[in-house]
């Protein structure tokens, strides 16, 4: 195999070329990329490639050696790699080891879908998530529904109600299981449920609840957090928790809730009377029912964790 280098000073001699322009080239032919480039694709290059493609391999090693060193280049984020194209050397940009790595981060950011929630969700983890005897059970159910779900995503999966007093860490539970499905590939959707009914009513001037509540209503996995926490209208009650419910159970799709309140206190205290104080015991007996359909009840004890 003939050597890159030798090719080169053969080449150069042929031609009247600037001593500047020479000892450029000489170090682009030189590197031991290029070279071991060459070597490899020699079969499928032109014979007179290293003239042809003198530009393409200069950029290539200029390029890199600017990505190396942090500085500006042609494409931010991107690194240059040699290409046959045509039987000559061509460069294309490819993205950085820190690109993907940020890519795979953006991706993974997406899958998790939050309406209304704290930002801090973000970093909810299952492995951090402080299993004392009486979070145990929570989060073991929650390592079996990951399990499960994820091993046949499209099959009928329970998900978890979790009740329990204020602070105790039910939705840092939802995060850390959404977190971890994101993390699997797999997405989901968290809406804090007092802020998704005030969004709905504001949605109705614009016309805009039907698009958001067939979003929710669809969402592969959805988690329905504080359920319970404000007075519900019967509007709220009916169109937009009934119908992602009805929905939700037609379809299968896992529902996870978190409530202050247990479902017999959900079901009494909260669903059975309207904000306008009607008394509709079937209707909460209904949304009970399917919600029960969707989740079972696990109740979390412990310290207000929040920080006070
Ligand atoms: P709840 O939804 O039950 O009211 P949160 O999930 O909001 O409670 O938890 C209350 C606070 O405690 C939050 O600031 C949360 O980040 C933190 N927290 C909850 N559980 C844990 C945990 N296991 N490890 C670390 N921090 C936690
Ligand atoms: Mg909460």
Known sequence: MEDVSKAMQQLMSQRHLTANYRQLMEKVYADPQVQAFYHEHQSELAADVLDRSAAKLYEYVTERAKVAQGGETFAA??????????HLIDVAYVPTQATQEKQAQQQLRQRVRSIAMPKDIRNAQ???????????????????????????????????????????????????????????GFSSTLVHFPSL???????????????????????????????????????VRDDILGVILEYRMQEELPTFFSSNFSMVQLENEHLRVSSRGDDEPLKAQRLMQRIRFLAREITMIGVNRRPQ
């Not at 984020?77 to 290409?83: F, H, S, V």
């Not at 592969?220 to 209208?233: F, N, Q």
Request: hydrophobic share 45%; glycine share 6%; proline share 3%.
């Open 77 to 86: 984020g991107y690194e240059p790699q040699l290409i046959v194209s045509n």
């Open 126 to 184: 299952l492995d951090d998530f402080d299993h004392d005897e009486s979070r145990m059970e929570a989060l073991m159910a929650a390592y079996d529904f990951i399990e499960t779900y994820e091993a046949s995503p499209h099959r009928r999966h329970q998900a978890l109600y979790l009740a329990g007093s204020f602070g105790v860490g039910k939705t840092y539970l939802l995060a850390a299981i959404a977190n971890q499905l994101a993390n699997d």
């Open 197 to 235: 009914a005030v969004e709905m009513k504001n949605a109705i001037a614009q016309n805009g609840v039907g698009d958001k509540l067939e979003a929710i209503k669809k969402a592969p996995v959805l988690m329905i957090d504080d359920i319970g926490a404000d007075a519900m209208s019967a509007w």
